[in-house]
């Protein structure tokens, strides 16, 4: 089974700073990797999937790198409304498993 | 636009059973997997089950294999989830995603169902 490492798990960050994400895999998940973002008390939003394609309409701000076990997710200049807990996923086809980040806690500095 | 809503989630005692619903909208819903994601109370995300968009392929996590039944209707636009030999570990919000095609991520999200196993 893949295990997907997020860290750190709160992050402290100023409006109108960079904030950097990572997240690692226990083994090659090649680009299978999106990123999540979750507010209290609403489903996750889709952000970034083939680990660095943006979703349809989300910011240009947000943006993903990394391939193989190494991924990151970049929010280039905070916004107020950016500060929730962000998941990173990973597809696996054999044993077919999606897999999810303990996840990270975006909080305001 | 493109809506999921869950139902069927409550309180149900160990050992029990509950068959939740999604029903979607907006999209051409024969045409997409789709899934049963959960997160416990205070928790992270975790993937329980998929099923292709004929029914051909159907997916657990191990934590469900064996308790838990995945299926569809396309006529009825519906996805289901019965929940057998529930367990407290079980108890979390359920939500139904949509499967995005070959990115293998999950584009559409229902709003969630709290399902509760306490005696």
């Known amino acids: 089974e893949i295990v997907m490492t997020q860290s750190p798990a709160t992050l402290s960050v100023s409006p109108g700073e960079r904030a950097t994400l990572s997240c690692r895999a226990s083994?090659?998940?090649?680009?299978?990797l999106a990123w999540y973002q979750q507010k209290p008390g609403q489903a996750p939003r889709l952000l970034i999937y083939?680990?660095?394609t943006r979703a349809t309409g989300i910011p240009a701000r947000f943006s993903g790198s990394g391939s193989g076990t190494e991924f990151t997710l970049t929010i280039s200049s905070l916004q107020s409304e950016d500060f929730a807990v962000y998941y990173c996923?990973?597809?696996?086809?054999?044993?077919?498993?999606?897999?999810f980040g303990q996840g990270t806690k975006l909080e305001i500095k | 636009e493109v809506q999921l809503v869950e139902s069927g989630g409550g309180l149900v005692k160990p050992g029990g059973s509950l068959r939740l619903s999604c029903a979607a909208s907006?999209?051409?819903?024969?045409?997409?997997?789709m899934n049963w994601v959960r997160q416990a109370p205070g928790k992270g995300l975790e993937w329980v089950s998929s099923?292709?968009?004929?029914?051909?392929?159907?997916y657990y996590a191990d934590s469900v294999k064996g308790r838990f039944t995945i299926s569809r209707d396309n006529a009825k636009n519906s996805l289901y989830l019965q929940m057998n030999s529930l367990r407290a570990e079980d108890t979390a919000v359920y939500y139904c995603?949509?499967?995005?095609?070959?990115?293998?991520?999950?584009?559409?999200w229902g709003q969630g169902t709290l399902v509760t196993v306490s005696s």
């Open positions: 995603a949509r499967d995005f095609a070959a990115a293998h991520a999950f584009d559409y």
């Open positions: 907006g999209f051409t819903f024969s045409s997409y997997s």
């Open positions: 099923i292709s968009s004929s029914s051909s392929y159907i």
């Open positions: 083994q090659s998940v090649s680009s299978n």
């Open positions: 083939g680990a660095s």
């Open positions: 996923q990973q597809y696996n086809n054999w044993p077919f498993m999606y897999t």
